[in-house]
């Protein structure tokens, strides 16, 4: 496994300068690929007598490095701001929405349905139902097919659909022990009870429960595990470094040219006014090489600027048949069309869902990797990405895991996550499902291309894949 190389990879492995010839060259290749895309003919991927859905529009808070700006906030504040510039931005009235589903993974007890906490808050209709869904880094990813879902059966025609996370302030649990205890006192009706519970107390009680992004199922920490994928497939240190590079080199140089519409000003209370992702910081290959593994130690090539940091932010799109759309004057971004979810072990394979999940969604709308004009997939670490390409650029694991003759095939770089991803732009995890298909949509419009495809990896080896159809100018 470890000799599989991709032809991409093995050529830009051979220069640290990869990264900057890819990001110096990446955003000037946007006339090019318009050039290239516009003279294709391709067919729609509408069918008679299937609903078209559409993604009318979407929009993000500014993704911050947790404990800045939005520190002293809860989860409904940004997941509220987000509703709000979703509604100022299109002018939607607050009472035209059938459902709102907000998708989250860390919650806040005292809002566990933050999707009805912040759809009040906004100043949504109070005879709007509103639930949250949970699926790890694809929990806005589930809150949008839900709604697409709910527009698919009938049962509405414009649903909101959006995400937040907010490690800024994660519950820190007591021990099991002192839990049991305090549940106890809370019951204890004489004094003598109180006093013995209290006595029962030992100095072990109080060590707190620390929450880690880790597996129920096997204990391993998702960069542990992220570490043993990119080694059981060659991923050099370098190779993680670079492409590393390259999402910060393209995410400055996309916020510099002002192409990331979908972030929205938000004024903090008490604070300032936000406007942009604060985590973009292109570095130097020397700077990122100094580094230590940041997982398995000492030897280990993941490290802190490969990763994708802990992030506070919030997303929101809305969802609509396409008829209810133009009935309300809406001009629609792009088409949602086929999606799919699989799983697979999550030990050796937790993050490989964008390998198992593009051939799968490809087969169903009937394309070819060649089709695709965009692709974004989520960067939660950059070894996991390489890992990705790989595997996908394998016969061996074609053959072996995923039941085809031949591999699936990799993306070309040139369409590939050119506005930077999760490892530059930040990653809540429950709202950057959003930010993909809205950068999708954004990237089609620009580009003039008119198939996107997103793919995400998430926790318990999951993943999800969407194919997206640019909509007619």
Partial sequence: MASMLLNTVRSCSTSPSWAMRIGARSLSTTAQLQAQVQTKSKKTLARPGVKNIVLVEGVRTPFLLSGTTYADLMPHDLARAALQGLLH??????????????????????????????????????????????????????????????????????????????????????????????????????????????GSIRLAHLSPELPAVAEFSTAETMGHSADRLAAAFGVSRVEQDEFALRSHTLAKKAQDAGLLQDVISFKVPGRDIVSKDNGIRPSSMEQMGKLKAAFVKPHGTVTAANSSFLT????????????????????????????????????????????????????????????????????????????????????????????????????????FNLWGGSLSLGHPFGATGCRLVTTVAHRLQKEGGQYGLVAACAAGGQGHAMVIEAYPQ
């Fill in 89 to 198: 931005r299109t002018g939607l009235p607050k009472d035209a929405v059938d459902y709102i589903i907000y998708g989250t993974v860390i919650q806040e007890v005292k809002t566990s349905n933050v999707a009805r906490e912040a759809a009040l808050g906004a100043g949504f209709s109070d005879k709007i139902p509103a639930h949250t869904v949970t699926m790890a880094c694809i929990s806005s990813n589930q809150a949008m097919t839900s709604a697409v879902g709910l527009i698919a059966a009938g049962q509405c025609d414009a649903v909101v659909a959006g995400g937040v996370e907010f490690m800024s302030d994660v519950p820190i649990r007591h021990s099991r022990k002192m839990r049991k205890t305090m549940l106890s006192l809370n019951k204890a009706k004489t004094l003598g009870q109180r006093l013995s519970l209290i």
């Fill in 312 to 415: 506070d932010g919030a997303s929101a799109v809305l969802v609509m048949s396409e008829e209810k759309a133009l009935a309300m004057g809406y001009k629609p971004k792009a088409y949602l069309r086929d999606f799919v979810y699989v799983s697979q072990d999550p030990k050796d394979q937790l993050l490989l869902g964008p390998t198992y999940g593009t051939p799968k969604v490809l087969e169903r709308a009937g394309l070819s990797m060649s089709d695709i004009d965009v692709f974004e997939f989520h960067e939660a670490f950059a070894g996991q990405i390489m890992a990705n390409l790989k595997a996908m650029d394998s016969d061996w694991f074609g053959q072996t895991y995923l039941g085809r003759k031949s591999k699936v095939g990799t993306p070309p770089m040139e369409k």
